[in-house]
């Protein structure tokens, strides 16, 4: 097989907000319809007004699924019940695994300047969403950083960089979805291509310049989900002002979700137990 993808449609991302009134936006998961298996939801949130972020995320459940906190600029900090403590500065990621419950809280640790940088949901298949819940602190200088010929750099979060002859592995792999995480920045006229696992879904995430996919003369929508056809590799090719994007990619899960806030389970009985696990303190029990 030797088959590009091509954008198959956008999800425009919506301006809303999260936590104790965090603006942001968010494309996957804004509406029905708007997910991509196994993805459930991608945020945005990018300001320099302290008001935009201040108020932070304080302690609040999950179960079901994974959260990935990626910063670009800032220091957020994350606690959680299980007594993990993270300090999440620019570069960094953080991955949270919620599995059967946990309670955490991702506060800013300043009060003035820029707070960018993106959350990622990562629906479990139903043989995990009741594993022990698990957190992993990701320093920047565990990421790889690969520079390409034509001074591109791309950031390797999860999964493995596959362009031409050169492999190079993220911290996080051996998921069940085999997610690809990618942080790709591409001066003016630049091209990049990455390997893809045909029948993987996969999306670019557009957030600085422009870009296009190879064979096609439109550019994708910046700060929109472009969510790619099948195949087995994509090409960018970065516009005048270059561009920098985020590209992810995953096995689908093809199960049925149901979703309540922060828990994502197969059924509605497997809600109501959420919420009353939740409420009676059982979320987090062993």
Do not use: C
């Amino acid at each position: 097989m030797n088959h590009a993808r091509q954008l198959a449609h956008i999800i425009p991302a919506m301006n809303t907000s999260d936590g104790a009134g965090v603006r942001l936006r968010r494309s996957l998961g804004s509406g029905e319809g708007t997910r991509l298996d196994p993805f459930l939801m991608l945020d945005e949130f990018s300001s320099v007004n302290p008001g935009d972020y201040i108020a932070g995320f304080p302690a609040h459940p999950h179960r079901g699924f994974e959260t990935v906190t990626y910063i670009l600029d800032g220091h957020m900090r994350h606690e959680d019940h299980l007594g993990n403590q993270g300090d999440l500065k620019s570069g960094g990621v953080q991955w949270m695994t919620a599995g059967r419950g946990i309670i955490h809280s991702e506060m800013p640790q300043q009060e003035e300047g820029r707070m960018r940088g993106f959350q990622l949901w990562i629906n479990l298949p139903a043989k995990e969403k009741m594993k022990p819940a698990g957190y992993r602190d990701i320093q920047p200088s565990e990421i790889p950083v690969h520079t390409l010929a034509d001074g591109g750099q791309v950031k390797v979060i999860a999964g493995h960089l596959q362009s031409g002859s050169v492999e190079i592995a993220g911290p996080i792999n051996g998921l069940s979805t085999e997610a690809l995480y990618l942080d790709v920045s591409l001066p003016a006229g630049a091209s990049f291509m990455q390997s893809t696992t045909p029948g993987h879904n996969a999306m670019a995430y557009l957030f600085e310049g422009q870009v296009k996919l190879e064979g096609s003369d439109d550019l994708l929508a910046t700060h929109s989900a472009a969510i790619l056809s099948d195949g087995d590799h994509a090409r960018f090719i970065a516009g005048p002002e270059g561009a920098r994007f985020l590209l992810l990619a995953g096995r689908p899960i093809n199960e049925p979700i149901v979703q309540y806030g922060p828990f994502v389970m197969n059924t509605a009985a497997e809600i109501e137990t959420a919420i009353r696990d939740f409420q009676s303190g059982r979320l987090t029990a062993a």
